[in-house]
């Protein structure tokens, strides 16, 4: 609990505090993708390969880019958590905090996934989601954040004292590292924070504290995506389960999730190019 504030407010507090807010980043001038393309393509998709992914573990798939891939809830109410790689260049990967700068708080349709620094391209965006109905609920919830980091050993053992083994941070690394025979030492620090995939999130009214809800995902409920460059995705089905009581826990009802690498029709994604890297150059 943070302490009670020490200091009297000033006589124009009331004045301070009436600022109005300003957008950080205005999006007006932020190329928007070309959904009428996009819609066009996924109206003719076949399957090119399906995955999954055990409960409280993590699995690597690779999709081309021009392909779609959806997360699939399989079984029961199950989150997870994504980190993606451009598959030629590791050291390229989805920065969450520059997405939700540019998007929000949670991702939906439309909303993508961009890259870190220097090269800050949009990664894949965001075609269909079945949750999309879910919006903000009375608590300030929502789904598909941007705001977590994902659940790992070292914050576990800080709150709790306990060692536990299967958080996602490292189970993202560890089937990284299996899948691509990099060190799992300079995988580690190559693993992001991530878009926490079917998870119910927001901030408390109150203490403004990062919560979690039970995800109203269930079985047949997807996030889609389209791939902007060809991408090295890991995805790691929660030890939380639907996140509505535990994150780090063998003690959660947990579920697989599935992964499937779908390919549109010849033709549908006419006119349509993969993004450059940023064109900004350093002076020096």
């Not at 089937?175 to 580690?188: D, L, N």
């Given at each position: 609990m943070k302490p009670a504030a020490q200091n009297p407010a000033p006589a124009d507090a009331a004045e301070r505090r009436a600022v109005k807010p300003v957008i950080c980043y205005p999006t007006e001038t932020l190329p928007s993708p070309d959904m009428p393309c996009y819609l066009n393509a996924r109206s003719q998709l076949s399957g090119t390969e399906t995955l999954r992914i055990p409960a409280r573990e993590a699995r690597v798939f690779q999709v081309p880019a021009g392909s779609f891939f959806r997360i699939l809830s399989v079984e029961g109410p199950q989150v997870g958590d994504l980190n993606l790689f451009n598959r030629h260049n590791p050291e390229e990967h989805f920065y969450s905090g520059k997405t939700r700068a540019l998007h929000g708080t949670h991702l939906s349709t439309g909303d993508r996934l961009w890259s870190n620094f220097p090269y800050l391209r949009p990664l894949a965006t965001i075609t269909h989601d079945t949750l999309d109905w879910y919006g903000f609920d009375q608590d300030g919830g929502s789904v598909h954040d941007v705001i977590g980091t994902r659940c790992d050993p070292y914050t576990h053992q800080l709150l709790s004292g306990d060692a536990y083994h299967n958080c996602c941070h490292s189970n993202l690394y560890r089937?990284?590292?299996?899948?691509?025979?990099?060190?799992?030492?300079?995988?580690?620090r190559l693993v992001h924070d991530v878009l926490n995939v079917f998870m119910c999130t927001g901030f408390t009214q109150d203490t403004h504290q990062y919560f979690m809800k039970a995800s109203p995902v269930r079985p047949g409920d997807y996030l889609e995506f389209f791939a902007e460059v060809?991408?090295?995705?890991?995805?790691?089905?929660?030890?939380?389960?639907?996140?509505?009581?535990?994150?780090?826990?063998?003690?959660?009802?947990?579920?697989?999730?599935?992964v499937q690498i779908l390919t549109p029709a010849p033709g549908t994604l006419e006119g349509w190019q993969s993004p450059t890297p940023s064109n900004y150059h350093h002076p020096d």
């Open positions: 089937a990284f590292s299996a899948a691509t025979g990099i060190e799992a030492s300079r995988v580690e060809d991408l090295t995705g890991v995805l790691s089905a929660c030890p939380g389960g639907d996140c509505g009581n535990e994150h780090s826990s063998d003690k959660a009802d947990c579920y697989p999730l599935e």
